[in-house]
């Protein structure tokens, strides 16, 4: 027998914060998060919550906890997409149809009695954050905030009669050898217009971070899913990156002193949190700060051009500057990601400078 009860009670809560502890303890690839920042992600401190609701539920079968899910209402998104889209995320579960199928099940129910007519994820919470299932490339572990489950969630949603909303795609760049001439050229091309680059200026961070939103909210606008951040949220965001923002990998393009561009290329932190395994303490700390000093991967998790200075050779500019840090600092290798599946643009640009697509994501709906 299988039951769907709310997780309310601290019991409920730990329950399922540690499940995929237990569902992955034999996976190699699967990157524990830090319990401690986890109950902070899903305590009313998220600013994420002053324009969202959420209800957790976690999924028994005969008495043993085998699942987990969130139902997810962000009104901010219902405003700016003019749609009855609700979420789910955070969804874990063995490889059990009637598992999955009751915890889409109550999902479900709990959206459409809140007027919701779709049903899409996972968000964990939104698309600012992490989202999707991985879909291909499952021989590879996850970098910093990218998603990782077990290959078969793809035929759970399916049997379930979810659809793909957006596919997402990650590259990969191998950086032992040099930029492209045709990026150089490019890049050039933006310096003659006036754009110069300088990093991020952690002793100014929070400005610095107010220009980043103000690119973001621009340059994304226009793309599939694009929610604005708010102040709260950008607070938020910048306290959980500053300390592994590198200013020589986080740059930003100005014109005549206006800010027109946006580029951050993030250490790949999960390599840290993988020997954590999930705690917090003296031990723990010293491991962190020895592989700090280890990582060789990077994520270029943010970049953007505002409208109007689109082809003018600046994100070609961002590259090269950028490119600086990475030999600089040693990085073997740069993902790319994610890409929405239809931005053929910017799978040109990562193509010409030798990236190759190696994973995808894949985001799911439902009409309720």
């Known amino acids: 027998m299988i039951e769907v009860i709310e997780a309310e009670t601290k019991k409920d809560l730990d329950d399922f914060i540690k499940l995929p502890f237990a569902l992955y303890s034999k996976d190699l690839f699967y990157i524990p ?35 987990r899910i969130i139902s997810i209402i962000n009104h901010r998104h219902i405003e700016f997409h003019h749609e009855k889209a609700g979420s789910f995320g955070f969804f874990e579960s063995l490889n059990d149809q009637e598992v999955a199928s009751a915890l889409l099940d109550k999902v479900s129910e ?12 996972p968000m964990n919470f939104s698309t600012n954050e992490e989202c999707g299932f991985t879909i291909e490339g499952f021989n590879n572990p996850p970098m910093l905030m990218t998603p990782y489950n077990p290959a078969y969630y793809n035929d759970l949603m399916e049997r379930y009669g979810m659809t793909k909303s957006k596919d997402l795609y990650a590259y ?35 400005y610095d971070m107010n220009i980043f939103k103000d690119v973001y909210n621009s340059a994304w606008e226009k793309n599939w899913g694009f929610i604005p951040l708010t102040n709260e949220e950008l607070a938020y965001l910048g306290n ?27 250490p790949d932190f999960n390599f840290v949190l993988k020997h954590m395994k999930g705690k917090l303490n003296p031990v723990s700390i010293a491991k962190a700060f020895y592989y700090s000093k280890k990582i060789k991967d990077l994520r270029l998790l943010l970049l953007g051009i505002k409208a109007a200075y689109r082809n ?57």
């Open 172 to 206: 990969i760049y191998d950086v032992s050898g040099d930029l492209p001439e045709k990026v150089l050229r490019v890049a050039e091309i933006a310096v003659k217009k006036g754009i110069t680059i300088r990093p991020l200026n952690k002793k100014n961070f929070d």
């Open 240 to 266: 959980s990156l500053k300390n592994i923002l590198v200013p020589e990998l986080t740059l930003i393009a100005e014109k005549d002193q206006e800010s027109v561009g946006f580029m951050g290329l993030l």
């Open 110 to 121: 709990t959206l459409k009695k809140d007027g919701m007519e779709i049903m899409r994820g």
């Open 33 to 67: 998060p830090l319990i401690n920042e986890t109950k902070k992600q899903f305590s009313d401190n998220n600013p994420f919550f002053l324009h969202a609701t959420a209800r957790y539920f976690i999924a028994k079968k005969d008495g043993k906890l085998e699942g």
């Open 312 to 368: 003018k050779g600046v994100d070609a500019l961002l590259f090269r500057e950028g490119f600086k840090g990475v030999k600089k600092g040693g990085y073997k290798r740069v993902e790319f990601s994610w890409i929405l599946e239809d931005n053929i643009p910017v799978q040109r640009l990562i193509e010409m400078i030798g990236g190759r697509l190696y994973k995808k994501y894949r985001i799911y709906e439902k009409k309720i």
